[in-house]
């Protein structure tokens, strides 16, 4: 049975799957091929869109894990958190804006926003999966 705490992990998946899709986006941008890299992109979207209404509702419903790790680790997961949190804030606009921008054929400007776009929501989505890993698997917190 399906429970809201296997939320955390479907939405780890979506997010190194939204990954995956941005890398080949750009591979697919580099090299000329405009179709490719639109699908691919908005691929990306889509998972994200799911990813981001299974974060809300496993928000909703359960709160914020707790980190287990003590020391120089707990200094290293919250200064990722925190950046983290800052990037995933940033590209809730940014990714409609330049979603926009090509969907409506500006490509100058979809470009100008992408260069900033395009690394923060690969960042976000890698380090969603640290985050993940290490509050989930590595360092979960232990009730006494």
């Not at 049975?1 to 296997?6: L, T």
């Not at 994200?48 to 299974?54: E, I, N, Q």
């Not at 359960?62 to 990722?80: E, P, W």
Request: net charge positive; with cysteine.
């Amino acid at each position: 049975m399906f429970e809201i705490q296997d939320i955390t992990h479907l939405n780890a998946a979506l997010n190194a799957l939204s990954v995956f899709f941005l890398l080949l986006g750009y591979y697919f941008i580099r090299a000329g091929n405009q179709e490719k890299h639109k699908l691919c992109m908005l691929t990306a979207v889509v998972i994200s869109a799911f990813f981001l209404v299974g974060y809300v509702t496993y928000k909703l419903n359960s709160g914020f894990a707790k980190f287990g790790g003590d020391g120089t680790i707990r200094i290293f997961y919250f200064s990722l958190l925190i950046i983290h949190v800052f990037g995933a804030i940033a590209i809730v606009p940014l990714v409609p804006l330049t979603l926009y921008r090509a969907l409506t054929s500006n490509f100058e400007k979809h470009k100008r926003f992408a260069r900033w776009t395009w690394p923060i929501w690969v960042f976000v989505g890698i380090s969603g999966v640290v985050v993940y890993v290490m509050a989930v698997h590595l360092y979960p917190h232990v009730p006494i």
